[in-house]
Nanobody, 124 residues
Framework: QVQLVESGGGLVQAGGSLRLSCAAS????????MAWFRQTPGKEREFVAS????????AYADSVKGRFTISRDNAKNTVYLQGNSLNPEDTAVYYC?????????????????WGQGTQVTVSS
């Protein structure tokens, strides 16, 4: 069974940084476009960033562009999300997702697998 396991969440002060990791198992990682989404209570899950299965292209939500960086290490079956200059509006549960040969602009419904999420809390 495919597993995506996020880690690296926690409490950080506004202006600080955090790096999230998502380790994938039981799938051919290099064939999956990977993405990060986030969700706060009462709101829909929203796109944060994605990286193409080949690693050639990335995409970001406007709200995080210039502050967050997505990357992947296919040798380690892991995707990362580096967040800098965090603000309280970044507080959410962050989820990673996998879409086989997907586009960097794939819709949320197109993602095949999801992790369980990791909480990020940014204090003001």
């Amino acid at each position: 069974q495919v597993q995506l396991v996020e880690s690296g969440g926690g409490l950080v002060q506004a202006g600080g940084s955090l790096r999230l990791s998502c380790a994938a198992s039981r799938l051919t990682f290099s064939t999956y476009t990977m993405a990060w989404f986030r969700q706060t209570p009462g709101k829909e899950r929203e796109f944060v960033a994605s990286i193409l299965w080949s690693g050639d292209s990335t995409a970001y939500a406007d709200s995080v562009k210039g502050r967050f960086t997505i990357s992947r290490d296919n040798a380690k079956n892991t995707v990362y999300l580096q967040g800098n200059s965090l603000n309280p509006e970044d507080t959410a549960v962050y989820y990673c997702a996998a879409d086989k040969y997907g586009s960097i602009w794939s819709k949320i419904s197109q993602y095949d697998y999801w992790g369980q999420g990791t909480q990020v809390t940014v204090s003001s």
